[in-house]
């Protein structure tokens, strides 16, 4: 169910009417962007994003969004739910002229104080996180302590442990959790041997055991950046990026698991420059993406493990621009979209959009038989 009475403005356009009409969640004042979608049970949805230098949180139950609350100063929010409910979230921030992750947790309504992650001398950015069915918490970053930036790894137990993993030089690292055996997938961008262009890199373990990273670009001559991730229930892992060629990008997206991948396919039309891609996997089954293509948001989807790509649809256009979007599935299919754009008062907010399940039971109904024996 969508909420009854949605805020919708003249600067967003919804083109597609499967889903609700957008919604304004962040304050009505400053510059907000870069938002996270973390959708629970029971209809829960939690959004992060930044407004004014400091990490902002709203919460949405029965349909209705709390008032957006500051967290903490930050930037780059990242975050992940628990099996009991409790939302935990990491950021960058700069404090005493060093840049450093730090991880917060909102516990029964009452947010925690900071603690810090990243515990190197480096510049630490770029934090994604992922927590596991027992509840655990883990978390990747680009930190450049050894002169370079390189991804490290790190997880809460008791207090935050840490560490680089092996070969792994790159920057804007995302994170995912296997759906088949709670193995964690990282994919980030990094330049290739002999080569300035940068390239989509993956690589998986756990704690202390990590493959070597894997090249699945494989487009030396092109800048291939934003790479998203999402893991299927049957232990697929699926990647998206966007590739430049020229002034131009488009979507490029690549499935398979680790020694065996599909080769890369492009997905957005080649001619027009789409970027950002976002990936989500519901009902277990269920691909969906997002770009941004200019000022509209576009979707497509395809079902696992043999389906092809639907043909892509506009959903949104903002007239402003919008950017930073996110996607995310519920526990019962639903899919949660956010981005910053926009609003008609020359700000930049943070909006919210639903779609139901895209497989719906089917229903049977008994024949009925008139004058029959």
């Known amino acids: 169910m969508f909420p009854t009475e949605p805020t919708s403005l003249p600067s967003q356009v919804l083109l597609n009417p499967a ?22 049970r029971d209809g829960v949805v939690h959004l992060l994003w930044e407004q004014n230098g400091r990490v902002h949180h709203a919460l949405r139950r029965e349909d209705k969004w709390s008032t957006p609350r500051s967290v903490a100063t930050g930037q780059q929010p990242a975050g992940g739910l628990t099996p009991d409910g409790a939302l935990h979230a990491v950021f960058s921030n700069e404090f005493a002229g060093k840049h450093n992750i730090f991880h917060v947790a909102w516990v029964n309504g009452v947010w925690s104080l900071p ?27 680009a930190d450049t302590s050894p002169g370079f930036s390189v991804i490290y790894y790190g997880w809460l137990q008791n207090t935050w442990l840490n560490e680089p993993l092996s070969n792994a030089r790159g920057a804007a690292p995302v994170l995912a959790l296997d759906g088949a055996d709670e193995t964690l997938h990282v994919a980030y961008q990094a330049s290739g041997v002999g080569a300035p262009q940068r ?29 998203a991730m999402a893991c299927a229930p049957d232990g697929s892992v699926h990647l998206a990026w966007q590739e430049h060629v020229g002034e131009m990008a488009h979507i490029r997206y690549v499935s398979g698991r680790q020694g065996a991948w599909h080769a890369p396919q492009t997905v957005s039309d080649p001619a027009v420059d789409s970027r950002e891609p976002r990936l989500a996997i519901t009902q277990e089954r269920q691909l969906s993406m997002v770009w941004r293509s200019s000022d509209t948001l576009h979707t497509v989807r395809r079902e696992l493990p043999a389906g092809v790509w639907l043909p892509p649809r506009p959903l949104v256009m903002n007239a402003g621009g919008l950017d930073g979007q996110d996607l995310a599935g519920a526990p019962a299919g639903e899919l949660h979209l956010t981005w910053s754009g926009w609003e008609s008062n020359s700000q930049r907010a943070i909006f919210h959009s639903e779609h139901g399940p895209l497989n719906r039971p089917k229903v049977f109904l008994p024949g009925v038989v008139v004058g029959g024996r």
């Open 19 to 40: 889903w609700s009409t957008p919604q304004v969640v962040s304050a009505p004042t400053g510059r907000a962007v870069t938002p996270v979608v973390i959708p629970g």
């Open 115 to 141: 603690r810090l992650v990243s515990k190197t001398p480096g510049m630490s950015s770029s934090p994604s996180l992922a927590v596991d069915r027992a509840g655990g918490v883990h978390a990747v970053w």
């Open 199 to 227: 390239e989509i890199h993956h690589l998986q373990g756990r704690r202390y055991q990590w493959s070597l990273p894997e090249n699945l670009s494989q487009s030396p001559n092109e800048e291939s950046l934003e790479v």
